[in-house]
Each structure stands twice: as C-alpha cells, then as structure tokens.
C-alpha cells in the first residue's frame, strides 16, 4: 500500500462526506462541500505527483486513483443535479463518457494486464470540470443559461478527452499483444 494509493482511498472516503455535507439543511452547506470536494482535488494532485516523483506509479494505482475521482465527480455532478442547479443531460452526458472509459478500461486490462495511464486532457478536463463544480455551488445566483454553459463548456472538454482515450485504446489495442 503505497501513500499515493492510501490518499485515492481517502478521496474515496469523502465521496459520501461530500454528499452529506451538501444537502445538510444550513446555509453554508455548499461552502463546505466546496470544501470536502477541494480537499479531494488537492489529494489527487498530491497522490499524482508523489506516485510519479518516489516511482509509486503501480497498476492498483492506475485503477484506484481515477475510480476515486469520478465516483467523486460522479457524486458531485448528481448532487448539483438533485439541487436544481444543472440540468439533468448533464448527468446523462457525463455518465454515458464514464461508462465507455470503464468498459474501454476493462476491455483493456483483460487484454493487455493494463490501462491507459491519464494524460495531459483528461487532467485538463478534470481541473475544468472542478472549477466549474465549484462555481456553480458558490454562486447560486449565476443564470441558468450561465450554468448550462459553464456545464456544457466542462463536459465538452470531458468529451474532447474521451476522444483522445479512445484514440489512444485503438492504437495501444493495435500494437501491443495480450498479457
């Protein structure tokens, strides 16, 4: 058990503190889920570099830190959802992208022992998606049209790096043969 995997874990234990945090019925609810979720982006960052500048990179890692971020990003995006504050294709959108980066990754690591280590787009993606996550928690006064483009802006970005994944599965998929 490395640090880097230690602290995926714990961002996968401030998956539920988020969203109950969120829906607490006081008024700076959302500040503190704004929090809990910054704390979560923070120990990505940390988990990313450290596992990259000690040689902690591992295959559990490679499975762990990003099932970690998008349950979190998963939670969040159904939690501003439920709020009324995005619409619900933005779920949709977002959940349809996961499930084809799972199935790609299961496809993969059943082939080949491996996946896809994230790169440059999708870690753009992810800082795009959390700002504007945040954002949209902090001020609640921003028109819906301004939240459905802030929205649609970030899931666009998501689906640029699908795309770049995608590309990346069919050649690694082409070259390389099964573990």
């Known amino acids: 058990m490395t640090v880097p995997n230690i602290l995926s874990l714990f961002r996968l234990f401030l998956v539920p503190v988020f969203a109950v945090a969120f829906f607490q019925p006081m ?7 704004a929090l809990i979720y910054l704390v979560a982006f923070l ?36 939690c501003i959802t439920v709020d009324g504050i995005i619409p619900l294709w933005a779920v949709i959108v977002f959940f349809c992208k996961e499930l084809c980066m799972a199935i790609g990754g299961y496809l993969m690591y059943r082939r080949l022992g491996d996946v896809i280590p994230s790169n440059w787009l999708g870690k753009l993606s992810t800082g795009v998606f959390f700002v504007v996550c945040v954002a949209l928690m902090l001020f609640p006064a ?11 802006g970030a899931l666009a970005l998501t689906l640029l790096a699908l795309a770049g994944y995608i590309y990346q ?10 573990a």
């Open 27 to 33: 008024p700076d609810a959302h500040t503190w889920a």
């Open 43 to 78: 120990t990505d960052i940390a988990d990313g570099w450290i596992a990259r500048h000690f040689n902690q990179v591992s295959k559990l890692g490679r499975i762990l830190d990003p099932a970690a971020d998008k349950w979190m990003t998963f939670t969040v995006i159904i």
């Open 142 to 152: 921003i028109p819906r049209v301004g939240r459905t483009a802030m929205i649609g």
């Open 169 to 178: 599965y069919c050649r690694m998929m082409r070259e390389r043969k099964p």
